[in-house]
């Protein structure tokens, strides 16, 4: 089952637009019991570059820095998800994603 925290491949395209494309990391925020039942995952793509934002926390993702993409969330369909890479503590960006939704 994907979870939230978990760090996929992902194939984003096609996209319109400024929307981020091509087939990157992503991270998996939508809550498990919603993993768990839809076949849709709300993720955000991560970047090693992009403007600093404070709606982008940096964090170290596979020993490098990286960038969450708070301000491009987006739901994919689970086909979509290539590959899991790994996981990103939800201390480090999940109280970011409440207040912009909040």
């Not at 990157?24 to 955000?44: E, H, K, Q, Y």
């Amino acid at each position: 089952m994907v979870k939230c925290g978990e760090v996929y491949w992902v194939n984003l395209d096609p996209t319109v637009g400024t929307a981020i494309q091509k087939t990157r990391p992503a991270l998996v925020v939508s809550p498990d019991d919603l993993n768990a039942v839809l076949p849709r995952v709300i993720i955000a793509p991560l970047t090693s570059r992009g403007q600093p934002l404070g709606c982008r926390p940096t964090v170290e993702f596979d020993g490098r820095a990286a960038r969450i993409l708070l301000d491009q969330i987006r739901t994919v369909d689970k086909s979509r998800l290539i590959s899991k890479m790994g996981f990103i503590d939800k201390q480090l960006w999940h109280s970011i994603l409440m207040e912009m939704l909040s």
